[in-house]
């Protein structure tokens, strides 16, 4: 307990210290935060692209469609399909993504 007592008096009586710690705390936050909306986002977009090759004919779906079903930006769809393991780009078409196998 007096180690914990240790830590509170230190960074009460230091505000550079205190605002650094603060600021640290803050960006690590909005870090998690962007993560899971990331994987939350990118957990989406594989679902529709499975739904889509188990319910139509098409190989690939475009940026466009993806963005459309899903409702996320389709600059977001791009970065999020590009980063994604399970998730390739057609290679002659550069706008369209389908499930890597």
Known sequence: ???????????????????FAVAAI?????????WRKDRRDS??????LIMS???TS?????TEAISSRTGISEDQVANLCSRHK?????????QSWELAE
């Open 58 to 62: 098409f190989q690939f779906r475009s």
């Open 86 to 94: 399970k998730i390739k780009r057609n290679e002659k078409e550069k």
């Open 43 to 48: 957990n989406k977009i594989y679902q529709f």
């Open 53 to 55: 090759a188990q319910q």
């Open 26 to 34: 803050l960006g690590f936050l909005a870090w998690l935060n962007s």
């Open 1 to 19: 307990m007096k180690f914990i007592k240790d830590i509170f008096h230190f960074f009460s009586t230091n505000a550079i210290l205190s605002a």
